[in-house]
Protein backbone atom coordinates (compact mmCIF):
# COMPACT_ATOMS: atom_id res chain seq x y z
CA UNK A 1 0.00 0.00 0.00
CA UNK A 2 0.88 3.74 -0.38
CA UNK A 3 1.62 5.69 2.84
CA UNK A 4 0.42 9.29 2.37
CA UNK A 5 0.62 11.63 4.52
CA UNK A 6 -1.00 14.47 3.41
CA UNK A 7 -3.84 14.70 0.44
CA UNK A 8 -3.73 17.23 -2.17
CA UNK A 9 -4.34 18.11 -5.75
CA UNK A 10 -2.42 15.78 -8.36
CA UNK A 11 1.03 17.50 -9.16
CA UNK A 12 0.10 17.04 -13.32
CA UNK A 13 3.32 17.83 -15.90
CA UNK A 14 2.96 18.60 -19.07
CA UNK A 15 1.37 15.23 -20.36
CA UNK A 16 -0.88 14.58 -17.13
CA UNK A 17 -0.22 11.46 -15.15
CA UNK A 18 3.52 12.09 -15.67
CA UNK A 19 6.28 10.43 -14.31
CA UNK A 20 9.26 12.51 -13.16
CA UNK A 21 11.23 12.95 -16.02
CA UNK A 22 15.29 12.92 -16.33
CA UNK A 23 16.50 16.97 -16.18
CA UNK A 24 17.73 16.59 -19.80
CA UNK A 25 14.53 15.28 -20.90
CA UNK A 26 12.47 17.75 -19.09
CA UNK A 27 14.79 20.42 -21.17
CA UNK A 28 13.79 18.96 -24.46
CA UNK A 29 10.25 18.94 -23.18
CA UNK A 30 10.14 22.19 -22.46
CA UNK A 31 12.25 23.90 -24.94
CA UNK A 32 9.91 21.59 -27.35
CA UNK A 33 6.83 22.96 -25.79
CA UNK A 34 7.79 26.64 -25.62
CA UNK A 35 8.27 26.28 -29.62
CA UNK A 36 5.38 24.75 -30.32
CA UNK A 37 3.53 27.82 -27.78
CA UNK A 38 5.01 30.80 -28.85
CA UNK A 39 6.06 29.97 -33.01
CA UNK A 40 4.03 26.77 -34.20
CA UNK A 41 0.36 27.90 -32.43
CA UNK A 42 0.31 31.46 -34.02
CA UNK A 43 1.30 30.25 -37.38
CA UNK A 44 -0.65 27.72 -37.60
CA UNK A 45 -3.89 29.70 -37.02
CA UNK A 46 -2.65 32.33 -39.82
CA UNK A 47 -1.75 29.75 -42.46
CA UNK A 48 -4.91 27.76 -41.69
CA UNK A 49 -6.88 30.56 -42.65
CA UNK A 50 -5.12 31.32 -46.00
CA UNK A 51 -5.70 29.98 -49.50
CA UNK A 52 -3.42 27.02 -50.57
CA UNK A 53 -1.61 28.87 -52.80
CA UNK A 54 -0.84 31.82 -50.10
CA UNK A 55 0.26 29.35 -48.29
CA UNK A 56 2.85 28.26 -50.25
CA UNK A 57 4.23 32.10 -51.80
CA UNK A 58 6.95 33.89 -51.03
CA UNK A 59 6.65 35.62 -47.76
CA UNK A 60 3.98 33.09 -46.40
CA UNK A 61 4.25 32.55 -42.15
CA UNK A 62 5.26 29.15 -43.51
CA UNK A 63 8.60 30.11 -44.70
CA UNK A 64 9.47 32.10 -41.45
CA UNK A 65 8.21 28.48 -39.44
CA UNK A 66 10.79 26.75 -41.25
CA UNK A 67 13.23 28.99 -40.71
CA UNK A 68 12.43 29.53 -37.06
CA UNK A 69 12.38 25.55 -36.21
CA UNK A 70 15.72 25.25 -38.27
CA UNK A 71 17.47 27.62 -35.88
CA UNK A 72 15.91 25.72 -32.91
CA UNK A 73 17.66 22.54 -34.16
CA UNK A 74 14.40 20.93 -32.34
CA UNK A 75 13.77 18.48 -35.51
CA UNK A 76 18.14 17.78 -36.30
CA UNK A 77 18.25 14.82 -37.95
CA UNK A 78 21.94 13.98 -37.21
CA UNK A 79 20.69 13.81 -33.58
CA UNK A 80 17.80 12.02 -34.19
CA UNK A 81 19.61 9.37 -36.27
CA UNK A 82 22.28 8.72 -33.40
CA UNK A 83 20.22 8.41 -30.19
CA UNK A 84 20.57 4.76 -28.98
CA UNK A 85 16.99 3.29 -28.92
CA UNK A 86 16.52 4.27 -25.38
CA UNK A 87 16.57 7.96 -25.59
CA UNK A 88 14.52 7.34 -29.08
CA UNK A 89 11.79 5.56 -26.61
CA UNK A 90 11.84 8.19 -24.11
CA UNK A 91 12.41 11.76 -26.35
CA UNK A 92 10.70 11.04 -29.33
CA UNK A 93 6.87 10.90 -28.17
CA UNK A 94 7.81 13.47 -25.93
CA UNK A 95 9.41 15.85 -28.53
CA UNK A 96 6.32 14.96 -31.40
CA UNK A 97 3.36 15.25 -28.76
CA UNK A 98 4.51 18.41 -28.39
CA UNK A 99 5.09 19.36 -31.63
CA UNK A 100 1.44 17.75 -32.53
CA UNK A 101 0.33 20.34 -29.56
CA UNK A 102 1.30 23.39 -31.72
CA UNK A 103 -0.14 22.66 -34.79
CA UNK A 104 -0.31 18.79 -36.12
CA UNK A 105 -0.52 20.35 -39.91
CA UNK A 106 3.59 22.07 -39.03
CA UNK A 107 4.73 18.97 -37.45
CA UNK A 108 3.92 16.25 -39.86
CA UNK A 109 5.62 19.31 -42.24
CA UNK A 110 8.51 18.94 -40.85
CA UNK A 111 8.78 15.32 -40.46
CA UNK A 112 7.25 14.22 -43.95
CA UNK A 113 10.06 16.94 -45.92
CA UNK A 114 12.68 15.57 -43.71
CA UNK A 115 11.92 11.92 -45.24
CA UNK A 116 14.80 11.95 -47.80
CA UNK A 117 17.57 13.99 -46.14
CA UNK A 118 16.80 10.96 -43.16
CA UNK A 119 17.16 8.24 -45.53
CA UNK A 120 20.49 9.94 -46.73
CA UNK A 121 21.94 10.17 -43.54
CA UNK A 122 20.29 6.37 -42.27
CA UNK A 123 22.23 5.05 -45.79
CA UNK A 124 26.09 6.33 -44.54
CA UNK A 125 26.48 7.17 -48.21
CA UNK A 126 27.79 10.88 -47.98
CA UNK A 127 27.15 11.54 -51.55
CA UNK A 128 23.90 11.04 -50.89
CA UNK A 129 23.92 13.43 -47.40
CA UNK A 130 25.71 16.12 -49.64
CA UNK A 131 22.99 16.18 -52.54
CA UNK A 132 19.78 15.30 -49.96
CA UNK A 133 21.25 16.46 -46.38
CA UNK A 134 19.61 20.03 -46.90
CA UNK A 135 17.19 19.80 -49.25
CA UNK A 136 13.38 20.26 -48.30
CA UNK A 137 11.97 16.55 -49.19
CA UNK A 138 9.03 14.59 -49.35
CA UNK A 139 7.79 11.28 -49.25
CA UNK A 140 6.18 9.81 -52.40
CA UNK A 141 4.01 7.07 -51.98
CA UNK A 142 0.54 7.16 -53.15
CA UNK A 143 -1.04 7.47 -56.64
CA UNK A 144 -3.88 8.68 -57.69
CA UNK A 145 -5.17 5.28 -58.45
CA UNK A 146 -3.07 3.61 -55.97
CA UNK A 147 -4.07 4.60 -52.36
CA UNK A 148 -5.05 1.99 -49.90
CA UNK A 149 -3.02 0.07 -52.78
CA UNK A 150 0.29 1.46 -51.61
CA UNK A 151 -0.34 1.13 -47.96
CA UNK A 152 -1.41 -2.75 -48.40
CA UNK A 153 2.19 -2.83 -50.76
CA UNK A 154 2.58 -6.44 -49.82
CA UNK A 155 -1.13 -7.59 -50.64
CA UNK A 156 -2.12 -9.32 -47.28
CA UNK A 157 -5.65 -7.61 -48.05
CA UNK A 158 -5.64 -8.11 -51.72
CA UNK A 159 -9.44 -9.72 -52.78
CA UNK A 160 -8.79 -13.30 -54.11
CA UNK A 161 -8.24 -13.79 -57.33
CA UNK A 162 -7.92 -10.31 -58.02
CA UNK A 163 -4.57 -7.74 -58.91
CA UNK A 164 -3.86 -4.45 -57.87
CA UNK A 165 -4.05 -1.80 -60.66
CA UNK A 166 -1.29 -0.47 -62.60
CA UNK A 167 -1.03 2.88 -60.90
CA UNK A 168 -0.04 6.07 -62.35
CA UNK A 169 3.90 6.00 -61.64
CA UNK A 170 6.12 3.80 -63.71
CA UNK A 171 10.04 3.10 -62.95
CA UNK A 172 12.01 1.28 -65.74
CA UNK A 173 15.52 0.34 -65.21
CA UNK A 174 17.95 1.46 -68.15
CA UNK A 175 21.14 0.81 -67.64
CA UNK A 176 23.04 2.89 -65.49
CA UNK A 177 19.96 4.74 -64.76
CA UNK A 178 15.85 4.32 -63.50
CA UNK A 179 13.71 6.38 -65.82
CA UNK A 180 10.59 7.93 -64.06
CA UNK A 181 7.26 8.70 -65.60
CA UNK A 182 3.62 8.95 -64.37
CA UNK A 183 2.29 11.43 -61.23
CA UNK A 184 1.80 11.24 -57.18
CA UNK A 185 -1.21 11.86 -55.79
CA UNK A 186 -2.26 15.02 -54.97
CA UNK A 187 -1.91 14.32 -51.13
CA UNK A 188 1.95 14.50 -51.22
CA UNK A 189 2.91 16.09 -48.00
CA UNK A 190 5.03 19.19 -48.59
CA UNK A 191 4.67 18.31 -52.42
CA UNK A 192 4.29 21.93 -53.47
CA UNK A 193 7.50 23.23 -51.91
CA UNK A 194 9.81 19.88 -52.07
CA UNK A 195 12.99 19.75 -53.52
CA UNK A 196 13.22 16.00 -53.86
CA UNK A 197 11.66 12.96 -53.05
CA UNK A 198 11.57 9.67 -51.33
CA UNK A 199 10.17 7.80 -54.03
CA UNK A 200 8.19 4.50 -53.50
CA UNK A 201 6.74 2.72 -56.55
CA UNK A 202 6.39 0.35 -58.83
CA UNK A 203 9.37 -0.49 -61.36
CA UNK A 204 9.84 -2.81 -63.94
CA UNK A 205 12.55 -4.57 -63.62
CA UNK A 206 12.37 -6.39 -67.60
CA UNK A 207 10.13 -8.73 -67.02
CA UNK A 208 6.57 -6.51 -66.25
CA UNK A 209 5.72 -4.75 -63.32
CA UNK A 210 3.14 -7.85 -61.80
CA UNK A 211 4.69 -9.88 -58.90
CA UNK A 212 3.11 -13.19 -58.19
CA UNK A 213 0.92 -11.96 -55.39
CA UNK A 214 -0.77 -9.17 -57.90
CA UNK A 215 0.76 -6.68 -56.23
CA UNK A 216 4.06 -4.69 -58.31
CA UNK A 217 7.40 -4.62 -58.21
CA UNK A 218 8.46 -2.24 -56.28
CA UNK A 219 11.67 0.37 -56.25
CA UNK A 220 12.83 2.45 -53.44
CA UNK A 221 14.84 5.81 -54.51
CA UNK A 222 15.68 9.81 -53.85
CA UNK A 223 15.27 11.88 -56.88
CA UNK A 224 16.04 15.35 -57.28
CA UNK A 225 13.49 17.73 -58.80
CA UNK A 226 15.99 20.51 -59.67
CA UNK A 227 17.23 18.17 -62.66
CA UNK A 228 14.31 18.51 -64.97
CA UNK A 229 11.18 16.81 -66.32
CA UNK A 230 9.69 17.29 -62.76
CA UNK A 231 6.44 19.58 -63.14
CA UNK A 232 3.89 20.35 -59.98
CA UNK A 233 0.19 20.56 -59.72
CA UNK A 234 -2.31 22.92 -57.77
CA UNK A 235 -1.73 22.81 -54.09
CA UNK A 236 -4.30 20.75 -52.61
CA UNK A 237 -7.17 22.91 -50.67
CA UNK A 238 -8.70 20.36 -47.95
CA UNK A 239 -10.10 21.00 -44.78
CA UNK A 240 -7.99 20.13 -42.35
CA UNK A 241 -3.62 20.08 -41.33
CA UNK A 242 -4.37 23.34 -43.76
CA UNK A 243 -0.34 24.35 -42.59
CA UNK A 244 0.40 21.57 -44.70
CA UNK A 245 0.83 22.03 -48.12
CA UNK A 246 0.15 18.98 -50.40
CA UNK A 247 -0.13 18.59 -54.78
CA UNK A 248 0.94 16.58 -57.15
CA UNK A 249 4.14 15.98 -58.60
CA UNK A 250 4.23 14.93 -62.33
CA UNK A 251 7.43 12.95 -63.39
CA UNK A 252 8.40 13.05 -67.46
CA UNK A 253 11.46 10.88 -68.57
CA UNK A 254 13.10 11.53 -65.15
CA UNK A 255 16.53 10.15 -64.97
CA UNK A 256 17.69 8.95 -61.98
CA UNK A 257 20.89 7.87 -61.47
CA UNK A 258 21.22 4.58 -59.94
CA UNK A 259 23.28 5.64 -57.22
CA UNK A 260 20.00 7.28 -56.07
CA UNK A 261 18.38 4.16 -55.60
CA UNK A 262 18.19 2.57 -51.79
CA UNK A 263 16.44 -0.64 -52.59
CA UNK A 264 15.20 -2.52 -55.20
CA UNK A 265 12.79 -5.39 -56.12
CA UNK A 266 13.47 -7.67 -53.07
CA UNK A 267 14.68 -5.53 -50.52
CA UNK A 268 11.98 -2.53 -50.94
CA UNK A 269 9.32 -4.86 -49.28
CA UNK A 270 11.10 -4.52 -45.52
CA UNK A 271 11.87 -1.17 -46.38
CA UNK A 272 8.45 0.49 -46.96
CA UNK A 273 7.46 -1.79 -43.85
CA UNK A 274 10.26 -0.26 -41.57
CA UNK A 275 9.32 3.58 -43.41
CA UNK A 276 5.09 2.69 -42.44
CA UNK A 277 6.02 1.36 -39.38
CA UNK A 278 7.93 4.20 -38.51
CA UNK A 279 5.59 6.92 -39.77
CA UNK A 280 2.52 5.64 -38.11
CA UNK A 281 4.17 5.34 -34.75
CA UNK A 282 5.00 8.84 -35.51
CA UNK A 283 1.72 9.92 -36.24
CA UNK A 284 0.72 8.16 -32.62
CA UNK A 285 2.77 10.94 -31.01
CA UNK A 286 1.48 13.37 -33.03
CA UNK A 287 -2.09 13.09 -32.55
CA UNK A 288 -1.59 12.80 -28.90
CA UNK A 289 -0.58 16.43 -28.80
CA UNK A 290 -3.73 17.49 -30.42
CA UNK A 291 -5.83 15.39 -28.55
CA UNK A 292 -4.33 16.91 -25.34
CA UNK A 293 -5.04 20.29 -26.87
CA UNK A 294 -8.42 19.50 -27.14
CA UNK A 295 -9.09 18.43 -23.78
CA UNK A 296 -7.15 21.63 -22.42
CA UNK A 297 -9.45 23.95 -24.35
CA UNK A 298 -12.50 22.24 -22.94
CA UNK A 299 -11.21 22.13 -19.45
CA UNK A 300 -9.78 26.10 -19.54
CA UNK A 301 -13.56 26.61 -21.19
CA UNK A 302 -16.13 24.85 -18.03
CA UNK A 303 -14.21 26.46 -15.52
CA UNK A 304 -14.86 30.10 -17.35
CA UNK A 305 -18.40 29.60 -19.40
CA UNK A 306 -21.39 29.88 -16.73
CA UNK A 307 -24.65 28.40 -17.57
CA UNK A 308 -27.42 26.99 -15.07
CA UNK A 309 -26.30 29.12 -12.71
CA UNK A 310 -22.90 28.25 -12.67
CA UNK A 311 -19.17 27.56 -14.25
CA UNK A 312 -20.36 24.71 -16.20
CA UNK A 313 -17.64 22.03 -14.63
CA UNK A 314 -19.66 22.36 -11.25
CA UNK A 315 -22.72 20.61 -13.22
CA UNK A 316 -22.08 16.54 -12.43
CA UNK A 317 -23.05 15.45 -16.80
CA UNK A 318 -20.15 17.99 -17.37
CA UNK A 319 -17.61 16.41 -14.76
CA UNK A 320 -17.94 12.88 -16.62
CA UNK A 321 -17.43 14.17 -19.89
CA UNK A 322 -14.51 15.82 -19.15
CA UNK A 323 -13.18 12.87 -17.20
CA UNK A 324 -14.40 10.92 -20.09
CA UNK A 325 -11.98 13.18 -22.45
CA UNK A 326 -9.09 12.71 -20.04
CA UNK A 327 -8.99 9.40 -19.77
CA UNK A 328 -8.92 8.95 -23.34
CA UNK A 329 -6.22 11.32 -23.77
CA UNK A 330 -4.20 9.11 -20.95
CA UNK A 331 -4.95 5.70 -22.39
CA UNK A 332 -4.00 7.22 -26.25
CA UNK A 333 -0.80 8.26 -24.61
CA UNK A 334 0.43 5.10 -23.08
CA UNK A 335 -0.69 3.07 -26.06
CA UNK A 336 1.53 5.47 -28.24
CA UNK A 337 4.12 5.06 -25.60
CA UNK A 338 4.27 1.44 -25.37
CA UNK A 339 4.38 1.48 -28.95
CA UNK A 340 8.12 3.39 -28.93
CA UNK A 341 8.83 1.27 -26.45
CA UNK A 342 7.87 -2.21 -28.65
CA UNK A 343 9.36 -0.61 -31.49
CA UNK A 344 12.95 0.09 -30.21
CA UNK A 345 12.89 -3.54 -28.05
CA UNK A 346 14.74 -6.48 -29.26
CA UNK A 347 11.25 -7.90 -30.43
CA UNK A 348 10.07 -4.92 -32.37
CA UNK A 349 10.20 -2.96 -34.69
CA UNK A 350 6.52 -3.97 -36.12
CA UNK A 351 3.85 -2.38 -37.62
CA UNK A 352 1.46 -4.18 -35.41
CA UNK A 353 2.92 -1.68 -32.68
CA UNK A 354 2.19 0.99 -34.73
CA UNK A 355 -0.88 0.73 -36.92
CA UNK A 356 -2.39 0.11 -33.11
CA UNK A 357 -0.95 2.96 -32.32
CA UNK A 358 -1.87 5.46 -35.28
CA UNK A 359 -5.58 3.87 -35.48
CA UNK A 360 -6.35 4.75 -31.71
CA UNK A 361 -5.01 7.75 -31.47
CA UNK A 362 -5.81 9.70 -34.06
CA UNK A 363 -9.51 8.54 -33.75
CA UNK A 364 -8.79 9.23 -30.24
CA UNK A 365 -7.89 12.83 -31.19
CA UNK A 366 -11.08 13.40 -33.62
CA UNK A 367 -13.46 11.94 -30.94
CA UNK A 368 -11.76 14.03 -27.86
CA UNK A 369 -11.66 16.93 -30.41
CA UNK A 370 -15.38 16.95 -31.55
CA UNK A 371 -16.39 16.37 -27.82
CA UNK A 372 -14.90 19.79 -27.15
CA UNK A 373 -16.66 21.24 -30.17
CA UNK A 374 -19.71 20.22 -28.06
CA UNK A 375 -18.40 21.64 -24.99
CA UNK A 376 -18.15 24.88 -26.20
CA UNK A 377 -21.57 24.83 -27.66
CA UNK A 378 -22.17 27.69 -30.65
CA UNK A 379 -18.65 28.90 -29.72
CA UNK A 380 -17.39 25.63 -30.73
CA UNK A 381 -18.22 25.98 -34.50
CA UNK A 382 -17.02 29.47 -34.45
CA UNK A 383 -13.52 29.90 -36.33
CA UNK A 384 -12.89 32.27 -33.24
CA UNK A 385 -12.14 29.85 -31.33
CA UNK A 386 -9.58 26.75 -31.09
CA UNK A 387 -11.63 23.51 -31.25
CA UNK A 388 -13.27 23.18 -34.83
CA UNK A 389 -9.43 23.34 -36.19
CA UNK A 390 -8.59 21.16 -33.86
CA UNK A 391 -11.47 18.73 -34.92
CA UNK A 392 -10.61 19.37 -38.87
CA UNK A 393 -6.53 18.34 -37.97
CA UNK A 394 -7.64 15.35 -36.38
CA UNK A 395 -10.34 13.96 -39.13
CA UNK A 396 -7.80 14.24 -41.64
CA UNK A 397 -5.35 12.20 -39.50
CA UNK A 398 -7.81 9.19 -40.04
CA UNK A 399 -6.92 8.71 -43.41
CA UNK A 400 -3.57 10.00 -43.43
CA UNK A 401 -0.24 7.46 -43.91
CA UNK A 402 -3.06 4.81 -44.19
CA UNK A 403 -6.73 5.00 -43.77
CA UNK A 404 -7.96 3.37 -40.44
CA UNK A 405 -9.63 1.00 -41.54
CA UNK A 406 -7.12 -0.71 -43.87
CA UNK A 407 -4.65 -0.05 -41.21
CA UNK A 408 -6.72 -2.13 -39.48
CA UNK A 409 -6.98 -4.78 -41.47
CA UNK A 410 -3.44 -4.90 -41.77
CA UNK A 411 -3.46 -4.64 -38.19
CA UNK A 412 -5.70 -7.66 -37.91
CA UNK A 413 -3.67 -10.14 -40.57
CA UNK A 414 -0.37 -9.25 -38.10
CA UNK A 415 -2.11 -10.01 -34.87
CA UNK A 416 -2.83 -13.52 -36.28
CA UNK A 417 0.02 -14.19 -37.75
CA UNK A 418 1.78 -13.89 -34.64
CA UNK A 419 -0.69 -15.66 -32.37
CA UNK A 420 -0.34 -18.50 -35.45
CA UNK A 421 3.73 -18.41 -35.49
CA UNK A 422 3.28 -18.53 -30.77
CA UNK A 423 1.19 -21.45 -31.36
C1 LIG B 1 -3.22 14.76 -44.50
C2 LIG B 1 -2.72 13.71 -45.44
C3 LIG B 1 -1.35 13.60 -45.69
C4 LIG B 1 -0.88 12.63 -46.60
N1 LIG B 1 0.46 12.59 -46.88
C5 LIG B 1 0.92 11.74 -47.85
C6 LIG B 1 2.31 11.75 -48.21
O1 LIG B 1 3.13 12.49 -47.66
N2 LIG B 1 2.71 10.91 -49.20
C7 LIG B 1 1.84 10.07 -49.85
O2 LIG B 1 2.27 9.33 -50.72
N3 LIG B 1 0.52 10.04 -49.51
C8 LIG B 1 0.05 10.85 -48.52
N4 LIG B 1 -1.30 10.82 -48.17
C9 LIG B 1 -2.20 9.90 -48.87
C10 LIG B 1 -2.80 8.82 -47.98
O3 LIG B 1 -1.81 7.88 -47.64
C11 LIG B 1 -3.99 8.21 -48.72
O4 LIG B 1 -4.98 9.20 -48.83
C12 LIG B 1 -4.55 7.00 -48.02
O5 LIG B 1 -3.62 5.95 -48.08
C13 LIG B 1 -5.88 6.55 -48.61
O6 LIG B 1 -5.81 6.42 -50.00
P1 LIG B 1 -6.97 7.06 -50.91
O7 LIG B 1 -7.16 8.46 -50.48
O8 LIG B 1 -6.59 6.81 -52.34
O9 LIG B 1 -8.29 6.25 -50.53
P2 LIG B 1 -8.74 4.82 -51.14
O10 LIG B 1 -7.59 3.89 -51.12
O11 LIG B 1 -9.45 5.02 -52.42
O12 LIG B 1 -9.77 4.33 -50.04
C14 LIG B 1 -11.17 4.67 -50.08
C15 LIG B 1 -11.91 3.80 -49.06
O13 LIG B 1 -11.86 2.43 -49.48
C16 LIG B 1 -11.44 1.58 -48.42
N5 LIG B 1 -10.58 0.50 -48.94
C17 LIG B 1 -9.55 0.61 -49.81
N6 LIG B 1 -8.96 -0.58 -50.01
C18 LIG B 1 -9.64 -1.48 -49.24
C19 LIG B 1 -9.49 -2.89 -49.01
N7 LIG B 1 -8.53 -3.61 -49.60
N8 LIG B 1 -10.36 -3.48 -48.15
C20 LIG B 1 -11.33 -2.76 -47.53
N9 LIG B 1 -11.50 -1.40 -47.72
C21 LIG B 1 -10.66 -0.79 -48.56
C22 LIG B 1 -10.61 2.48 -47.50
O14 LIG B 1 -10.64 1.96 -46.19
C23 LIG B 1 -11.29 3.85 -47.66
O15 LIG B 1 -12.28 4.01 -46.69
C24 LIG B 1 -1.79 11.75 -47.25
C25 LIG B 1 -3.15 11.85 -46.97
C26 LIG B 1 -3.62 12.80 -46.08
C27 LIG B 1 -5.11 12.88 -45.81
Redesign the pocket.
Known sequence: MFIVDEISAPRLGLTGLQADLPEQDRAIQESAHRFAKEVMRPIGEQLDKLAPQEVIATGSPLWSYLEQIRDAGIVDLEALASMDPAQKTRLLPLLFEELGWGDSGLAIFSL?TSFPAYAAYLSGDPELVERFGGSIG?????QPDR??D???WDTT?IYPGTRHGKGNLLARVDGDAVILNGQ??A???GAPVAQCGLVYCQCDYGDGVYNERGGLNLIAMLVPFDEGGVSKGKPLDKIG?RP?P?GEIFFDEVKVPKKYVLTDRDSTSPNFFGVLTFANMEMGFTFCGVARAALEHALDYVHERRQGGIELIQHQSMKLRIFDMWRRVEAARAMAHRAAQYNYSANGPHLLASVTSKTLVTQTAFDVASEAVQIFGGNGLSKEYPVEKLMRDAR?AM?????N??LS?KGATWLSKGYQAGR
Request: glycine fraction near 10%.
Open positions: ASWVGTGSMVDETAWVSQLQAIEDGETIL
